[in-house]
């Protein structure tokens, strides 16, 4: 029996496999409104017979937004133009889905990727970025204005309500963003965070908002779907965010409920040295399931079947999860279920397409 095929629950959610569909901007939105593109996007990768599906950072304001094209949950429109494209998908997946909800923080403010992706500092499609402190997070960048503590109430009451609209659109599971350089991350590394008020200073204080706007959210929505966290483990860069604080905040969260850490690293500076191979995040989630009672999700460059089946096999991490490998093969599951000799969901219009040769892929319908 392959360990990455079995069944694993989240609090009361049952997920058919140990494999995850990372959150993955697609920068296709009008006003913060899901398009016809999140659609074809989301609906293929629902078909994908992985255990849960993500869907992207979901900014809680538009100037939580990384880009004018983010997807937002933050007024009546953005809710049914998502609702939109949940209720097509769910047509015709039973897949679980979850999402997470962002603020960009310093980062936000930026052009499309492929246009360059920079900060853009005039016109239309800019705003002034937020942050812990006025510090841009590269030379480039527009200086972003330091928090109040009125700004910083307002964020936790926007994720709040976002929250609360999640729920609303039956979301399965919500993930709060405190990674990859983002606003909630820049709060945590003493590197963003130059405050000297209670937001900033010790770690305690640097945890403090994280812990707020998490907890704020446990209570606001039903206790029956899964709130969890993705972090970075490390800024991979000197005195900064690192994983003996990442343990410190795991267990802080999993006092206030939290159902699952997914583990990342990066994303605070462009000075970070990130050493790059496959698995090279892995160890950062195992030294948090090690420290906390609580599922960890591993993600970053895992790619191969038989690589995301030995991480959960050994106890590495409870679950795998999947971003560019699943852009690249949105049947990554099916193949590997294929090569590791078990089966996965399939839409009764594809039951007769798997190759000669392989037989018993697909669970009975």
């Known amino acids: 029996m392959s360990k990455l095929f079995s069944d694993f629950n989240i609090g009361s959610l049952s997920l058919k496999n140990r494999i995850v569909i990372a959150p993955m901007c697609q920068y296709s939105s009008v006003h913060g409104e899901s398009t016809d593109w999140h659609t074809m996007h989301l609906g ?43 209720t097509a998908i769910r047509q015709y997946s039973s897949m679980p889905i979850g999402i997470q909800l962002a603020h960009a923080g310093r980062k936000a403010s930026c052009d499309l990727p492929w246009y360059g992706g920079k900060c853009l500092k005039s016109g239309e499609h800019s705003w002034q970025t937020i942050a812990p402190s006025a510090m841009p997070f590269s030379e480039e960048d527009t200086v972003p204005e330091a ?88 800024d991979w860069l000197e005195n900064g965010w690192d994983i003996d604080q990442s343990v410190l905040l795991s267990k802080k969260l999993a006092a206030l409920g939290c159902a699952y850490i997914h583990v990342s690293s990066g994303g605070l500076s462009p000075k970070q040295a990130i050493p790059v191979h496959p698995n090279y995040q892995v160890g950062l989630a195992d030294k948090v399931g090690s ?68 037989k018993d892929l697909f669970n009975n319908h």
């Open 44 to 86: 293929q990768l629902a078909l994908s017979g992985a255990g849960l599906l993500i869907i992207e950072a979901t900014a809680v304001e538009p100037e939580g937004r990384i880009t004018y094209g983010d997807l937002g949950l933050w007024s009546d429109e953005t809710e049914q133009a998502l609702n939109k494209t949940i």
């Open 147 to 234: 928090m109040s503590l009125n700004r910083i109430d307002a964020v936790k009451n926007a994720f709040v309500a976002s929250a609360k609209r999640a729920e609303r659109l039956g979301f399965d599971l919500i993930e709060l963003h405190a990674a990859h350089g983002y606003l909630l991350h820049q709060f945590l590394s003493p590197i963003a965070n130059q405050r000297d008020d209670i937001y900033g200073g010790s770690l305690e204080n640097r945890m403090r908002l994280v812990l707020e706007i998490f907890s704020a959210i446990r209570s606001a929505v039903n206790k029956e779907i899964p709130v969890g966290i993705r972090i970075s483990g490390t």
């Open 291 to 358: 420290a906390v009672s609580l599922p960890v999700i591993a993600v970053g460059l895992i790619t191969e079947p038989e690589q995301a089946e030995a991480i959960v096999a050994e106890g590495r991490a409870d679950l795998i999860a999947l971003a560019r490998a699943m852009l690249y093969n949105p049947r990554w599951p099916w193949h590997a279920a294929a090569k590791l000799g078990a089966k996965v969901d399939a839409p009764p219009q594809y039951l007769r397409c798997p190759p000669h040769g392989i």
